[in-house]
């Protein structure tokens, strides 16, 4: 049996596999927990999808749970690494843009 909450958007906000275990459980019985959350007997794998992460929703109503995925957000270290690709390339296109430009100086256009 695993406990559950949910938000007001049915987001699983917390998860507990040994709710009343005497040792590592949360202390209150079944009826108490029920009070603020929901007790299931098993919760679905996500599927692996490669940059996305799994975010897990349960619907009390139908006792359904599902999954949507989100993208990964980037960290500090690939946005910077984007930024730096991204003035290189503006760097590479002005060296091209003068060069073309002195090319046509020395040409007499």
Same mark, same amino acid.
């Given at each position: 049996?695993?406990?559950?909450?949910?938000?007001?958007?049915?987001?699983? @906000?917390?998860?507990?596999?040994?709710?009343?275990?005497?040792v590592?459980?949360?202390?209150?019985t079944?009826?108490?927990? /029920?009070?603020?959350?929901?007790?299931?007997? =098993?919760?679905?794998?996500?599927? %692996?999808?490669?940059? @996305?992460?799994?975010? /897990?929703?349960?619907?009390?109503?139908?006792?359904?749970?599902?999954?949507?995925?989100?993208?990964?957000? @980037?960290?500090?270290? %690939?946005?910077?690494?984007? @930024?730096?690709? =991204?003035?290189?390339? %503006?760097?590479?296109?002005?060296?091209?843009?003068?060069?073309?430009?002195?090319?046509?100086?020395?040409?007499?256009?």
């Amino acid at each position: 049996m695993i406990y559950i909450t949910v938000d007001g958007n049915n987001l699983v @906000k917390f998860q507990h596999f040994l709710p009343v275990d005497e040792v590592h459980g949360l202390g209150k019985t079944e009826e108490e927990l /029920l009070i603020e959350g929901y007790l299931v007997d =098993s919760i679905p794998q996500p599927e %692996q999808q490669a940059g @996305k992460v799994p975010i /897990l929703y349960y619907t009390p109503e139908t006792n359904v749970f599902h999954y949507e995925y989100n993208d990964i957000p @980037k960290t500090p270290e %690939q946005i910077q690494a984007e @930024k730096i690709v =991204s003035i290189e390339n %503006q760097t590479a296109e002005a060296m091209v843009d003068i060069d073309f430009r002195l090319s046509n100086i020395e040409l007499g256009l």
